[in-house]
């Protein structure tokens, strides 16, 4: 049972990635996926979620740019970032939470992806 998140790379400010978080061994369907990111020097901070019911919510500064979706048949949610900044530079987790929720907390969540990194620089 895990979470392998993947997709990070170097990109400039403007540009676009889109990050994967894919499950192994059970099925997504049942949970709440959520996208932290960290920064140098930061604390990891919630920025967006899917409910089981595939609602969607963001926190404000990444809103109107990043976009998630999931592909339960494929157990893999993604998150398609656009008008990159370079504060927008950290480290990118996934994680599972089986509540129907969209919660900050991270001891909300049960299981977490590795972290994939995101540097926005030109």
């Known amino acids: 049972v895990q979470l392998q998140a993947s997709g990070g790379g170097l990109v400039q400010p403007g540009g676009s990635l889109r990050l994967s978080c894919k499950a192994s061994?059970?099925?997504?369907?049942?949970?709440?996926v959520a996208w932290f990111r960290q920064a140098p020097g930061k604390k990891r901070d919630w920025i967006v979620c899917?409910?089981?019911?595939?609602?969607?919510d963001y926190r404000n500064p990444v809103r109107g740019r990043f976009a998630v979706s999931r592909d339960n048949a494929k157990s893999t949610v993604y998150l398609q970032m656009s008008a990159l900044k370079p504060e927008d530079t950290a480290v990118y987790f996934c994680?599972?939470?089986?509540?129907?929720?969209?919660?900050?907390?991270?001891?909300?969540?049960?299981?977490w992806g590795q972290g994939t990194q995101v540097t926005v620089s030109s």
């Open positions: 061994g059970f099925a997504l369907d049942y949970y709440s």
């Open positions: 899917s409910r089981k019911n595939d609602e969607k």
């Open positions: 994680a599972t939470s089986t509540l129907d929720l969209c919660v900050v907390e991270e001891e909300m969540y049960n299981l």
